[in-house]
Every structure is written in structure tokens, then in C-alpha cells.
């Protein structure tokens, strides 16, 4: 009997969580909005990984040939077009030392200003600022490609944020 109830309690579970539609947020969907140009400032690596973001997300297109084709093939000639320009600046503190002196804990910071705006003005200015706390390795390759692996994701919740944010002027 409680094997039974087991297995009507692991089929029920199993239903209830397929069922249900999960849909990622900012997956790729079709925006109100399209970016007609970026501005890039600070970082080149958190730059790069900011404008390819855009780029995988249909939302900027750095070919004017490219974009005028993706607007009449998806007659999106209605969408808002908004210019994005973006201030970036990265850096690595030491957060504690171990007994020796040498670093234990480190923290990378990303800080993102981006002033968002349409053709007639400035319309949202916000700074988003990401940081990760991390153990020093003392393998120098792995730390830095653990390192890499950090910037490019907070690097992408940056993009996730400034996207976010757009979404929310073209719902308002």
C-alpha cells in the first residue's frame, strides 16, 4: 500500500510540474522594440559580451543592410527604435587574506550606466552594478579562465537588465 501511494505520489508530482507552461522571460521572443544603435564605453570584454547578447537576441543589429532587411522582413517598421549608450567599467578586489597574506576571497564588480533614449529624448538613465564573490585558486590558468566564466555572466545579466528595462518603457 505505501509502495503504491509512493508511486501515485511521484506520478502526481511528475504531471503537475510538465503541466504547468514554463517559459523562459527573456528568451528569444518577438519585442515591441528594436535597438537602433549602441554606444559602447569602458570595458571592451564586458562590451563585447554586451553586444553580442543584443545581437543573439534579435535586438540590434550592427549591418544597416542587415537591420533594414530584418525590419521589412518582420514588418516591424511600427516597432519603437531606441539608442541604448553604455558606460562600463570592471574590477577585482580582494574581500580576505588567508594566514599568509595571500589572497583567499576575491570579488569581481561590473558597473554598468546606460542612458536609454529614443529619437525626441532621453528617456531612462540607470546604473546596474553585479558582483560575484569567489575563492582564490592557486592554479593561475583555471583562476583566470573561473575569472572568464565570471565577467560573462555577469556581463549578461547586465544585457538581461538593460533589456528588461526597455521592455518596461515599451509596456508603459
Do not use: H, W
Amino acid at each position: 500500500m505505501i509502495k503504491f501511494l509512493k508511486i501515485y505520489l511521484i506520478l502526481l508530482l511528475v504531471i503537475l510540474i510538465t503541466g504547468c507552461s514554463y517559459k523562459p522571460i527573456l528568451s528569444k521572443q518577438n519585442y515591441n522594440f528594436f535597438i537602433e544603435r549602441v554606444t559602447l564605453n569602458g570595458d571592451k570584454e564586458v562590451n563585447y559580451i554586451i553586444k553580442e547578447s543584443l545581437t543573439d537576441s534579435g535586438l540590434y543589429i550592427e549591418d544597416d543592410a542587415k537591420r533594414e532587411e530584418q525590419l521589412n522582413l518582420k514588418n516591424q517598421n511600427n516597432k519603437n527604435k531606441y539608442y541604448v549608450q553604455i558606460k562600463t567599467s570592471k574590477s577585482k578586489n580582494i574581500i580576505s587574506n588567508d594566514s599568509k597574506g595571500d589572497p583567499s576571497k576575491l570579488e569581481m564588480i561590473i558597473s554598468s550606466t546606460f542612458q536609454i533614449g529614443n529619437s525626441e529624448k532621453l528617456l531612462i538613465k540607470r546604473k546596474v552594478i553585479m558582483k560575484n564573490t569567489y575563492n582564490n585558486i592557486s592554479d593561475k590558468l583555471k583562476l583566470k579562465n573561473y575569472e572568464l566564466i565570471i565577467i560573462k555572466n555577469l556581463s549578461q545579466r547586465i544585457s538581461d537588465s538593460l533589456i528588461s528595462t526597455i521592455a518596461n518603457i515599451n509596456d508603459n
